[in-house]
C-alpha cells in the first residue's frame, strides 16, 4: 500500500529563518512519482515540484530546495530565509506509475506560520 | 492560458439533496481527477475520468458520481448528501504528464 508521513502538523518560524517540512513515503512500485504542493488560504493547491524515483539529483529553485533520499524514503522540502508570504498549509504527494492513473496520495499537511 | 476552473466556489445544502459541482480543466488537458479534502486532512482521491470515462476510483461510495464531456470538462455528483460530505472539493487536470494542475475548489457545507 502507498502512504505519505508528514510528522510535523505545525511549524512556527520568525521571518528569514530557514525552515524543513518533512515526508516520509511507502511504495512497493519502483516507478513513482512524488509532489510538492502549497496550499494557501484560498484553498487552492499550487504546485511546487515533481520528481521521479529514478532522479535522486537534489533541486534548488530560488528560496526552495529539495532533497530526495531514495534509501530513507524522505523527500524533504527546505525554504531558506523564510518570509511572511510562505505561510501556508504544504502537502507532500506520491503517485505510482502509470497503470494506477498517477492517482495522488497526500500526506496530512504541515501548516507553516512565519511571523515577521 | 486559463488554469483549472470550478463553480461554484461555494455551496451549502441539507441532508438528502442532491448536488453537482463542475470543472473545466487547463488547456491542453484530457484528464480529470476529483478529490475530497476534509477540514485539517490532506485530499483523498474520489475518481479520475479520462476519454470520457471513469478510469479509477478511490474508496468512495455509489453515491459519488461523475462524468466526463467531449470538451474534457467534468461534472461530480454527490446523492443523498449527509453531513460528513461537508469539506473542499477540488478538481485536478493533467495531459501527457504525471503532473496534476489543481482548481480553487468548491466549498460544500451540508447542513
Known amino acids: 500500500a502507498q502512504k505519505v508521513t508528514q510528522a510535523q502538523t505545525e511549524i512556527s518560524v520568525v521571518e528569514k529563518e530557514d525552515v524543513t517540512l518533512d515526508c516520509v513515503y511507502e511504495t512497493r512500485d519502483t516507478t513513482y512519482y512524488l509532489f510538492w504542493y502549497k496550499q494557501p488560504p484560498s484553498g487552492e493547491l499550487v504546485f511546487l515540484i515533481r520528481?521521479?524515483?529514478?532522479?535522486?539529483q537534489n533541486e534548488i529553485s530560488g528560496r526552495y530546495s529539495w532533497n530526495f533520499q531514495k534509501s530513507t524514503s524522505s523527500f524533504n522540502f527546505t525554504i531558506t530565509a523564510s518570509q511572511v508570504v510562505d505561510s501556508a498549509v504544504y502537502f507532500c504527494?506520491?503517485?505510482?506509475?502509470?497503470?494506477?492513473?498517477?492517482?495522488?496520495?497526500f500526506g496530512s499537511g504541515t501548516r507553516l506560520l512565519v511571523r515577521p | 492560458d486559463a488554469g483549472v476552473t470550478q463553480s461554484p466556489t461555494h455551496l451549502i445544502k441539507t441532508r438528502g439533496q442532491q448536488v453537482t459541482l463542475r470543472c473545466s480543466p487547463k488547456s491542453g488537458h484530457d484528464t480529470v481527477s476529483w478529490y475530497q479534502q476534509a477540514l485539517g486532512q490532506g485530499p483523498q482521491f474520489i475518481f479520475q475520468?479520462?476519454?470520457?470515462?471513469?478510469?479509477q476510483r478511490g474508496n468512495f461510495p455509489d453515491r459519488f458520481s461523475g462524468h466526463q464531456f467531449p470538451n474534457y470538462s467534468s461534472e461530480l455528483n454527490v446523492n443523498a448528501l449527509l453531513l460528513g460530505d461537508s469539506a473542499l472539493y477540488l478538481c485536478a487536470s493533467s495531459g501527457t504528464q504525471e503532473t496534476q494542475y489543481f482548481g480553487p475548489g468548491t466549498r460544500l457545507l451540508v447542513l
Open positions: 520528481r521521479n524515483s529514478f532522479d535522486e
Open positions: 504527494a506520491l503517485s505510482g506509475p502509470r497503470d494506477s492513473s498517477y492517482k495522488l496520495i
Open positions: 475520468y479520462y476519454e470520457e470515462e471513469e478510469r
